[in-house]
């Protein structure tokens, strides 16, 4: 099989989908890996690196999507390389369809099969493939947001930690898992007052058992959410249903619950967000102003640390992309259930179920595309 990784060209993307480590496993198992030129310099790898570990370079994307029978990336194809893909072609990347309507009719006008890193699971109901990036962003979200509340950004001046005679900032993360977990123990490294939010009675047993008195953690409802936001200087979303549009849990209104100047940090954005007032922002123009509440939306959080961020992921999708080169799309997912709940598109048909319910088309099951295909 030749497997192609393109350079990615969303705004300030500089992860790459396949790292130097990766194309040596791949060519001993007989597959030749195509690396379009300059693919890896964001994340600090050069063509040379890429050559030594047996790759062969390509001087165009359109040289790679032409000639590669499985295309690896990091995020969603954009418009330019949605014309690209073919019928038959294998797309192994970030998707996040639920709240992308056009992506999703090229990818379903384009034939090709897509399978989405954000869906594939594992035995203990995690999503591997999202994990990593969701450990980098939860770890990111303090210190971009920390960054959001100096004054010079339009937040409220307030310091993390305090100093002697002055509090800490106040931070609230609403949602308790990967995202929510790490934001909430790199918050409370910082010297934060920290609040962590969640449904999940296990889940907040598991926090206390674990992290003690590192942070405190509360049963999200109304009237703790309330509470919680007028006392905030930092709100965290960091809330996830696999494949799902995110669901709204602040609304506008909510916001004049705030105080002036606080700010918020919308991990999930790349599901649509789970702020009313969230839009997805860019490294290079990262946070807006909204009733007097500072937003901070980067889709693309992880890219911020490209070569820590490239790393985790190869390390996690590596197995699969081989088990893919190995035995083909059809026959790594009837072997492996976890991956075939990565599929979210094949040949004109969409193939997750939440995708369908969230733009509201029609989806077979997973299943019956592998057995039909």
Not at 205 to 210: A, K, Q, S
Not at 340 to 346: K, M, Y
Not at 349 to 370: C, E, F, K, R, W
Request: charge should be negative; charged fraction near 15%.
């Amino acid at each position: 099989m030749i497997i192609g990784c393109p350079k990615e060209i969303k705004p300030q993307e500089y992860r790459v989908g396949l790292t130097p480590n990766a194309a040596p496993e791949a060519v001993a198992h007989g597959h030749q890996v195509l690396v379009e030129a300059g693919a890896g310099l964001g994340a600090g790898f050069t063509d040379a690196d890429y050559v030594a570990a047996g790759a062969t370079l390509a001087d165009t994307a359109d040289a790679v999507f032409a000639e590669a029978d499985m295309i690896v990336k990091v995020k969603e194809p954009q418009a330019v390389e949605l014309k690209k893909l073919r019928d038959g072609q294998l797309l192994f990347t970030y998707l996040h369809l639920a709240p992308d309507p056009d992506q999703t009719r090229d990818l379903l006008d384009s034939g090709c099969t897509a399978i989405a890193y954000e869906t594939v699971t594992d035995a203990q109901g995690g999503l591997p493939l999202l994990a990593p990036m969701s450990e980098v962003a939860g770890r990111l979200a303090p210190q971009v947001g920390a960054w959001t509340l100096q004054k010079a950004n339009g937040g409220r001046g307030v310091l993390m930690g305090g100093v002697p005679g002055v509090g800490p900032a106040k931070v609230v993360v609403i949602g308790g898992g990967v995202v929510g977990t790490n934001a909430a123990r790199v918050a409370a490294g910082m010297g934060a007052d920290v609040t962590v939010l969640d449904r999940s009675l296990p889940r907040l047993r598991y926090l206390d058992d674990v992290f003690g008195q590192q942070f405190r953690n509360r049963y999200s409802s109304a009237g703790a959410m309330a509470e919680l936001l007028a006392e905030a200087d930092m709100v965290v979303g960091a809330v996830l249903i696999p494949g799902a549009e995110a669901p709204k849990l602040v609304s506008r209104a909510d916001l004049a619950l705030m105080k002036p100047g606080a700010a918020i940090v919308d991990v999930a954005i790349d599901q649509g967000g789970c702020f009313e007032t969230s839009r997805a922002t860019t490294h290079q123009d990262p946070i807006y102003e909204v009733d007097g509440i500072m937003h901070y939306c980067v889709a693309n959080m992880p890219g911020a640390v490209a070569r820590t961020s490239t790393i985790a992921l190869g390390n996690a999708t590596m197995p699969f992309l081989l088990a893919l080169a190995n035995k083909g799309w059809q026959r790594a997912c009837q072997d492996d259930p976890h991956l075939l709940n990565g599929l979210n598109v094949n040949a004109g048909q969409l193939t997750n179920a939440a995708v369908g319910a969230a733009l509201g088309l029609d989806a077979i099951t997973p299943q019956s595309a592998v057995g039909s295909a």
